[in-house]
Nanobody, 122 residues
Framework: QVQLVESGGGLVQAGGSLRLSCAAS????????MGWFRQAPGKEREFVAA???????QYADPVKGRFTISADFAKNTVYLQMNSLKPEDTSVYYC????????????????WGQGTQVTVSS
């Protein structure tokens, strides 16, 4: 079992920044991947970014150049630095874990955090 706890969400004005954190506890595998997804009301959950200790990072097109995913694998913690936020970034953000490489589809992730709300006002 792997437990994920997110933090760092909140309310910010357009153009502002937020940093999300996700701490994994339990017994994560060494070669794991962690990702961030988001889900807005009435919409499907969508991929944001993912990181794997060997394969690097991958981003969804809408966030490229604005968001940065990073990880401290020694601490089993992943971060999502979000800059130049837009109202359309408003969503519940979830971190997710899988015992393998990077995937952009949510169905490939085995464990999920509880989500943290990010609201960007115009």
């Amino acid at each position: 079992q792997v437990q994920l706890v997110e933090s760092g969400g909140g309310l910010v004005q357009a153009g502002g920044s937020l940093r999300l954190s996700c701490a994994a506890s339990g017994r994560p595998f060494m070669t794991y991947g962690m990702g961030w997804f988001r889900q807005a009301p009435g919409k499907e959950r969508e991929f944001v970014a993912a990181v794997n200790w060997m394969l690097g990072t991958q981003y969804a097109d809408p966030v490229k150049g604005r968001f940065t995913i990073s990880a401290d694998f020694a601490k089993n913690t992943v971060y999502l630095q979000m800059n130049s936020l837009k109202p359309e970034d408003t969503s519940v953000y979830y971190c997710a874990y899988r015992g393998g490489g990077i995937k952009t589809e949510s169905r490939f992730y085995d464990y999920w955090g509880q989500g943290t709300q990010v609201t960007v006002s115009s």
